[in-house]
Nanobody, 114 residues
């Protein structure tokens, strides 16, 4: 399963971006879909999750600023990021889980300037 992530870019602190993650088909066949990010030289960290049932969850670091959503007809998951901070800079990855299998998209780079 190939996931296609896009939407990264350069934005000033306080600005917004929306990332997209498209799957080939049947987005609801994945038990969960999630966003992660990786700062240069650091481990990948979890950013947001959406279950097939639509339940969402976020770590405290992004809660209230980031919103995960999906468009079922387009088999696409989104991550709306508001009030971006320089520490939000990194490569953002989407992940889809089906059974015991995990599928990752390529990263999309988000750079937040101060």
């Amino acid at each position: 399963v190939q996931l296609q992530a896009s939407g990264g870019g350069l934005v000033q602190a306080g600005g917004s971006l929306r990332l997209s993650c498209a799957v080939p088909r049947d987005i609801l066949s994945f038990k969960t879909m999630a966003w992660y990010r990786q700062h240069p030289g650091k481990q990948r960290e979890w950013v947001a999750t959406m279950t097939a049932g639509g339940t969402t969850d976020y770590p405290d670091s992004v809660k209230g600023r980031f919103t995960v959503s999906r468009e079922i007809a387009r088999n696409t998951m989104y991550l709306r990021m508001n009030n971006l901070k320089p520490e939000d800079t990194g490569d953002y990855y989407c992940k889809a889980t089906r059974g015991t299998a995990q599928y990752w998209g390529q990263g999309t780079l988000v750079t937040v300037s101060s």
